[in-house]
């Protein structure tokens, strides 16, 4: 975009003080209101590649890509034109498709470990399902999740989460029930000692360890060499399950997700965001015997009105067939986001640490190899918040908050990361 000097947000500003009396905080996702980066959230008009549009009249280079979804870049027109057919013939039946058929092949096609996959409507249904699926398979109730890995909002597993939770202080959320996340065991990410010694105690009451194979809210967290190894070694030794979140992975990191990125098999997967195309979608499965469980045909409950909704259907079924078929766009993004991370890395030397894997990254304010939650929270976040709100006001659109990811789609032309490193080389460190 042309850049423009002196940016207004005057019409985000009303919106948000309209909002805020209507809307918890004004918006309906908490990281969205910016308290991190202690500034009004910027309201948008539209969007469309590589760039979003606010209500001011400012365009921007997006790297939030709606948190994970819009791998393709925002408004991609095939997308746009299947979702549009098929509005004409209903928006919601209730009763099974063909389509629901097509996009649990195409992700099993993609995902083998998904022999069998239920579709729901977000990645918190996705993450609680597949928990009950495991406690119900197991007989087993205890489940292990990591310290600042975030797998939605559900009661049991908003324990230590990342993401919001994290940005905003509160782990542990005011209503839920201590008797809810009493069969929530803790462990350190990247850790296996941790692991190792829950399992030592507790092994036989373990259902199963559900991790971000790649966290990704606490910033991006890459598993160190062998950890991920060693949580499928260790749940098997002791017959729990291993699950996957891979809401953010999952046709992120390659079309295999990261169970094909990184060659370890999950009994159970998770995913959401780009499945959907930008549709509400989520999606749990994992080896027939085990979704055997689900009903009809098990006694593990689990249903959706809206499940398997044929619009977000068809944007996943597009989203999806466009990946398989080019391959290239996983070479053409991982390149994007090695460029802007060995710019940030110039730039910033040695005071930050700045991961990379595929097309997630995050920058981190700490002169500390950031590989575990300790060391994740020990950047600066209010240097965080200074460099966020530069780069806002040079249009350049990141996370609000140091606790998320940086997204790269295929939209990003080399132009536009080329634009990016140059308002970041006029940033002061
Ligand atoms: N799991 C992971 C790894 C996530 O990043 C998220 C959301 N960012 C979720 C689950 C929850 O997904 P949703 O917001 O669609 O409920």
Known sequence: PEMRRNMQYTESERLFEASKKCIPGGVNSPVRAYQAVHRTPVFVERASGSHIYDVDGNAYIDYVCSWGPCILGHAYLRVIKAVQAACENGLTYGAPTGKELKLAELIRS????????????????????AIRVARGFTGRDKVVKFRGCYHGHSDGLLVKAGSGALTQSVPDSKGVPADYTK???????????????????????????????????????????GFLEFLRKITEDYGALLIFDEVITGFRLGIGGAQGYFHVTPDLTTLGKIIGGGMPVGAYGGRKEIMDMVAPVGPVYQAGTLSGNPI???????????????????????????????????????????????????????????????????????????????????????????????????????????????VLRGYGR
């Not at 010694?197 to 009451?205: C, I």
């Not at 559900?210 to 160190?224: D, K, R, T």
């Not at 575990?372 to 609000?400: G, K, V």
């Open 110 to 129: 993609c995902i083998p470990s998904m022999e069998v996959s239920r579709l729901v409507s977000s990645g918190t249904e996705a993450t609680m399902s």
């Open 183 to 225: 069969n929530t065991l803790v462990a350190e990410y990247n850790q296996p000692d941790s692991v190792q010694k829950l399992f030592e105690t507790q092994g036989k009451e373990i259902a199963a360890i559900i991790v971000e194979p790649v966290a990704a809210n606490m910033g991006v967290v890459l598993p160190e060499p």
């Open 312 to 422: 977000a259907t068809t944007a996943g079924i597009e989203t999806l067939t466009i990946l398989k078929e080019t391959p290239e766009i996983y070479t053409q993004i991982e390149a994007s986001a090695r460029t802007l991370a060995e710019g940030m890395r110039g730039h910033f030397g040695e005071s930050v640490c700045v991961n990379q894997i595929g097309s997630l990254m995050s920058i981190f304010f700490t002169a500390q190899k950031v590989k575990d939650y300790e060391t994740a929270t020990s950047s600066d976040i209010s240097r965080y918040a200074d460099y966020f709100n530069y780069m806002l006001d040079h249009q350049i659109y990141l996370a609000p908050s140091q606790f998320e990811a940086m997204f790269v789609s295929a939209a990003h032309t080399a132009e536009d990361i080329a634009q990016t490193c140059e």
